[in-house]
C-alpha cells in the first residue's frame, strides 16, 4: 500500500526557510514522478514543485522558481521541498503526490505558517 507521510512543517518568519520531507513507501517509485502542492484557507490545491524519481526534467510554479528547491533521496526514498526566502503568500498546507497510473496518492499534509 502506497504511503507519503510529510514532515518538516512549521511557523517561521517572513524572509526564512524550511525543508519539508515526504518519506514514500508501499512500492518502488522509480517510474514516475513526485509533486508537492500546497493548499492556502480558501483557495484551490496549487501545483509547487515536481521531480522524476529517476532523473530528469524538475518543474516549478512560477511563484515559487528561484527561492523553492525539490529534490530526493532515492536511497531513502524521502523527497525534499527546501524552501527559502518564504512570505505570507507561502503559507499553506504543503502536500506530497504521486500518480501511479489512474490513481493519485496524497499525503496528509504539514502545515506552514509564515509570520509577518
Known amino acids: 500500500q502506497v504511503q507519503l507521510v510529510e514532515s518538516g512543517g512549521g511557523l517561521v518568519q517572513a524572509g526564512g526557510s524550511l525543508r519539508l520531507s515526504c518519506q514514500a513507501s508501499?512500492?518502488?517509485?522509480?517510474?514516475?514522478?513526485m509533486h508537492w502542492f500546497r493548499q492556502a484557507p480558501g483557495k484551490e490545491r496549487e501545483f509547487v514543485a515536481s521531480?522524476?524519481?529517476?532523473?530528469?526534467?524538475?518543474y516549478y510554479a512560477d511563484s515559487v522558481k528561484g527561492r523553492f528547491t525539490i529534490s530526493k533521496d532515492n536511497a531513502k526514498n524521502t523527497v525534499y521541498l527546501q524552501m527559502d526566502t518564504l512570505n505570507a503568500d507561502d503559507t499553506a498546507v504543503y502536500y506530497c503526490?504521486?500518480?501511479?497510473?489512474?490513481?493519485?496518492?496524497w499525503g496528509q499534509g504539514t502545515q506552514v505558517t509564515v509570520s509577518l
Open positions: 508501499g512500492r518502488s517509485f522509480s517510474m514516475y514522478t
Open positions: 521531480i522524476p524519481w529517476s532523473g530528469g526534467r524538475i
Open positions: 503526490n504521486v500518480r501511479l497510473g489512474a490513481s493519485s496518492y
